[in-house]
């Protein structure tokens, strides 16, 4: 399985997801402001991989300067780098709260590697037990839509709903994997496509419009998601588009399923009103791989998300198991 994210012990190494699938290059890090650079710049995206990068970007500044004054400052650079994802804000959070007082240790960057690795490797675990719990609420055989890229590249590995996608396919009740292409990034067509033929798991590519059409004839029965910031009610922000597909799947009264370890529920946060919603350039919906598709003064918008309504989500699936709607995190949840 592909590993997006490689920590060298000296320097960061990232697979570079803007030239996937036809060239595999590693750019290699070795300070906080080029982690920011190149989680803005989409060389790793997928919220866990985010909030992964951003915890060894800690550990990259805390190498450089050890002082509470630098570290600060990096904290702030990182979390500018992308609004939505809140796993990269949980990351932070997480090296803040792990290493405290950093005066009173005798090597923080040493105490923040560990931190940091530690976080890499929970993230890979919490996508193991998703896709087992995501895997016992589908009966029988699937045939699934998904949208965006959720899998290896997007995580520490094995994938939030690409994770339940591999389990049904490890249970042999896989038949096949419909990926929308997910303009206008194309993580769809680009990543989750080359993923699944890396690994061997049916797929067919998809264009964004044509899920009502599956629908229609039968020819999905699920659709799974990931989610980059879900809120303290259940509305999930995830890839533009997504919604659409849950109001399809709600029509057709199919399970839309979203699948996300807990680093991505945002508690503070009381509904999907309240999530910001990354605007990125609009020359990446007037230009495809660089050649213009419109005339030039063509105005465009690029909103990066969207907010599902949690009524039209039929279960969340953390490492910790099953939630239905309506949406308590506050109350443990159900074992499929
Ligand atoms: C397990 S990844 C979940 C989400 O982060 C994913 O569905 C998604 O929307 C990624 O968006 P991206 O803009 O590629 O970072």
């Known amino acids: 399985m592909v590993e997006a994210i490689i920590w060298k012990n000296t320097h960061l190494e990232l697979l570079d997801q803007r030239v996937l699938p036809f060239e595999s290059r590693y750019e290699t890090l070795h300070t906080a402001v080029e982690t920011a650079n190149a989680i803005r710049s989409m060389v790793v995206r997928g919220a866990p991989a985010i909030g992964v990068t951003a915890a060894y970007g800690l550990v990259l500044a805390l190498r450089q300067d050890p002082s509470p004054a630098a570290f600060a400052e990096a904290c702030d650079v990182l979390a500018e780098s992308r609004p939505t994802a809140v796993n990269l804000f949980d990351a932070i959070e997480y090296m803040k709260t792990g290493l405290g007082d950093l005066e009173a240790l005798a090597n923080p960057a040493e105490k923040a590697e560990s931190l940091a690795i530690a976080y890499h ?3 890979l675990q919490k996508n193991h037990a998703i896709g087992k719990h995501g895997a016992s609420v589908l009966d029988g055989q699937r045939n699934v839509l998904t949208h965006c890229n959720t899998g290896s590249l997007a995580t520490s590995g094995w994938g939030t709903a690409l994770g339940i996608i591999r389990q049904l396919h490890r249970e042999n009740r896989l038949n096949m994997i419909y990926a929308d292409e997910t303009r206008p990034f194309l993580q769809g067509a680009r990543l989750t496509v080359w993923e699944c033929r890396q690994d061997g798991l049916p797929v067919k590519l998809v264009t964004d419009g044509m ?17 980059d910031r879900i809120a303290a009610n259940g509305d999930a922000a995830n890839k533009i588009g997504t919604s659409m597909l849950a109001m399809a799947a709600k029509f057709h009264d199919i399970p839309f399923i979203v699948a996300a370890p807990t680093t991505t529920i ?18 990446e919906v007037s230009h495809v791989r660089g050649q213009a598709i419109v005339e030039e003064d063509t105005a465009c918008m690029n909103p990066a998300f969207d907010v599902t309504p949690a009524s039209l989500i039929s279960a969340i699936i953390t490492e910790e198991g099953v939630f239905r709607y309506p949406y308590d995190f506050s109350k443990a949840a159900k074992q499929a």
């Open 121 to 123: 490797q929970d993230d």
């Open 211 to 227: 899920g009502g059409y599956l629908m229609n004839e039968d020819m999905v029965d699920c659709v799974i998601v990931g989610a």
């Open 266 to 283: 945002d508690r503070r946060t009381p509904s999907g009103k309240d999530i910001p919603i990354e605007q990125r350039p609009t020359t």
